[in-house]
């Protein structure tokens, strides 16, 4: 195995990873949350979920794409992805669970993560291709 290959199958198996704690975090939510916590809370905890499948599967995308033409751009939007789940899915688990508001501070520096990721991808495909004649 090369190392982008290695490097690939990295993203593809957090992404994974991250798909099954989105089920996990779903399920919990659904069936153990849904009475106990406010309806503003359960549509917090909704979102933190729904983020995180979204940049999971972003990172299992970037993985297949290292794969068919390894680039260093794909490795830092993948994990610039990660960070965001972190970040911006973490903190909001976190805010429902404990009631600390305060980590609400923390959540748009996921979004940003989650945001600089999707353009770090874009630009790595939209650049000029450099010849190699």
Not at 50 to 79: E, R, T
Not at 84 to 102: D, M, N, Q, R, Y
Not at 109 to 131: D, E, H, K, N, Q
């Amino acid at each position: 195995m090369n190392e982008n290959t290695a490097k690939s199958r990295i993203f593809i198996g957090i992404g994974a990873l991250a798909c099954m704690i989105g089920v996990a975090t779903g399920a919990f939510g659904a069936h153990a949350l849904e009475n106990t916590i406010s309806a503003e809370r359960m549509v917090t905890w909704g979102k933190a979920v729904d983020y995180l499948f979204v940049h999971a599967l972003g990172m299992m995308l970037v993985g297949v794409l290292g794969n068919i033409k390894p680039a260093k751009c794909l490795q830092v939007s993948g994990w610039l992805m990660l960070a965001g789940i972190v970040l911006f899915s973490g903190s909001l688990f976190t805010l429902v669970l404990s009631g600390k508001t305060w980590l609400g501070m923390i959540t748009p520096i996921g979004g940003v993560s989650f945001l600089t990721a999707w353009l770090v991808l874009a630009i790595c495909y939209l650049r000029p291709v450099r010849s190699t004649r």
